[in-house]
């Protein structure tokens, strides 16, 4: 079993809409989560941290369910800029970022 | 502020030879991590430097190594290549203690 899993997608979606993506993570030592977004052959970028109390930023939410080792994204009012990649990542603590595979999103005019 | 640089961005070797990617922390960030990404997947860790020491190392054999040097900027080799190293090798830099890994642009090595 994948650490973290995601959903590969893709997802495709018209201008406007709001998505949702869900990722599961196995290690339940996992402390620390994040989204990162990839563009086509280009490097991650990190996009947010999330934090068990759940956190927004502008269109974008981050949600953690460590009873359920669940993390979600969900973006509002897509623009045709959200179209990515979007990679769910974990820290167990040790040194390594754990990534997804990633969930890829195109957002259509 | 600098962010993380890589170079080269494109490389083609040969089977059997020895490659060097390098890369420069962004600005105060005194901890690199490198990654592999192969087509489709997600970035697979292959180690850290902190102190020009390996301060952590993924699922990758002996012949991936590293240095780190005293202005916090870093080497990969890999020696012996394989057609299965071909990938984009991606370089983060941190701050100690910090969990968020900032990348660079990449290198993308082609094995033939």
């Known amino acids: 079993r994948k650490e973290v899993e995601q959903d590969p997608g893709p997802f495709n979606v018209p201008e406007g809409a709001t998505v949702a993506f869900n990722c599961t993570y196995s290690?339940?030592?996992?402390?620390?989560f994040f989204w990162y977004r990839q563009d086509c052959r280009k490097e991650p970028k990190l996009l947010m941290s999330v934090y068990s109390s759940g956190n927004e930023d502008g269109r974008f939410t981050a949600q953690l369910n460590r009873a359920s080792q669940y993390i979600s994204l969900l973006i509002r009012d897509s623009k045709l800029s959200d179209s990515a990649t979007y990679l769910c990542?974990?820290?167990?603590?040790?040194?390594?970022?754990?990534f997804g595979s990633g969930t890829r999103l195109q957002v259509q005019p | 502020e600098t962010g993380v640089t890589q170079s080269p961005t494109h490389l083609i070797k040969t089977r059997g030879q020895q490659v060097t990617l390098r890369c420069s922390s962004q600005s105060g960030h005194n901890t690199v991590s490198w990654y592999q990404q192969a087509l489709g997947q997600g970035p697979q860790f292959i180690f850290q430097?902190?102190?020009?020491?390996?301060?952590g190392r993924g699922n990758f054999p002996p012949r991936f190594s590293g240095l780190q040097f005293p202005n916090y900027s870093s080497e990969l080799n890999v020696n012996a290549l394989e057609l299965d190293d071909s990938a984009l090798y991606l370089c983060a830099s941190s701050l100690r203690g910090r969990y968020e890994q900032y990348f660079g642009p990449g290198t993308r090595l082609t094995v033939t």
């Open positions: 990542v974990v820290n167990t603590g040790r040194r390594a970022l754990t």
């Open positions: 290690n339940s030592a996992s402390q620390s």
């Open positions: 430097y902190y102190r020009e020491e390996e301060n």
